[in-house]
């Protein structure tokens, strides 16, 4: 059985087809990837997942249950994390606040919080910051932060809206490497992200999307070399000595 399952699922604002009938389903211990040019709908899509936006139509189905329409703080008791795309910690506290944060979803125990803030902080490489507050965090480690903060709240699923842009290449590969133990350790991960050769080399699957409607989905070898998506997204020089960041 699928975890996760999004059936026909409609976002409209106003006029404005948003995500237009998507259906994909994610297995359980999947890194399954998302990605779509500028604008075609990929945040929106978390963001009905993640319960900040209800549908206009179609369901959310998650472990057979349907959530659809359930309230972002439910979706997050529901073992479902998520990270923005634009962070915004709390700028004036520390990187182990903004963390312990997250943990407070499963306790109300400070120091219980805590040490699972501090167990995810060493994971993404922050241990060592934990006293520095947020606004002097460069963005490589407010990245990190953010996606701290969201495994903190212990997810079996974790929701990653382009958590290594900006980040250098060796950066993104610490990421990968993260990514990878996390899901060794369980966890599910659903990421959009423009840095195609993360993305390829991490998923398992991938969707396209485009103007809000699903062009294939497929394995990264299927979508690379899939002529709608390269007509799409990749452009023609993805694979033939691009740099294989495809962000505008
Ligand atoms: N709250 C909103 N109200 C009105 N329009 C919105 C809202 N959120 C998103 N949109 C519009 O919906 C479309 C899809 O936006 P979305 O942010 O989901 O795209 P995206 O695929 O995540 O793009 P990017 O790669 O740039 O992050 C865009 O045209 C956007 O302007
Ligand atoms: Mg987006």
């Known amino acids: 059985m699928a975890l996760l399952e999004v059936r026909n699922v409609s976002k409209h604002f106003g006029g404005l087809k948003a995500v237009d009938e998507v ?18 709908g990929k945040s929106t899509l978390f963001n009905c997942v993640a319960g900040t936006y ?27 994390g998520r990270t923005f795309q634009i962070v915004k910690p709390f ?8 963390a312990t944060v997250g943990a407070f979803i499963r306790t109300s125990n400070r120091s219980e919080a805590e040490d699972r803030a501090m167990e995810v902080l060493r994971k993404f490489h922050l241990g060592d910051k934990a006293g520095v507050l947020a606004k002097n965090l460069t963005i490589a480690d407010r990245k990190r932060l953010e996606m ?9 699923m974790l929701l990653m809206d382009e958590c290594m842009a900006g980040l250098r290449p060796n950066e993104v590969d610490e990421t990968l490497d993260v990514l990878r133990e996390i899901r060794s350790q369980g966890v599910t991960i659903f990421m959009i992200e423009h840095i ?27 979508v690379a070399n899939d002529e709608r998506v390269i007509k799409a997204y990749l452009g023609e020089s993805y694979g033939a000595g691009g740099d294989g960041n495809v962000t505008a």
């Open 91 to 98: 700028q004036s506290r520390t990187v182990l606040y903004n």
């Open 54 to 80: 209800a549908p206009t139509m179609g369901a959310i189905i998650y472990d057979g249950r349907d959530v659809t329409g359930w309230k972002p703080w439910d979706i997050c008791k529901l073992r479902i």
């Open 196 to 222: 195609m050769r993360a993305i390829m080399s991490v998923s398992d699957k991938i969707t396209v999307i485009q103007f809000g409607r699903k062009i294939m989905d497929g394995t990264p070898g299927e």
């Open 23 to 40: 259906t994909l389903s994610i297995e359980k211990g999947q890194i399954y990837g998302l990605i779509g040019p500028n604008g075609a």
């Open 148 to 156: 701290a903060r969201a495994m903190a709240t212990d997810p079996e």
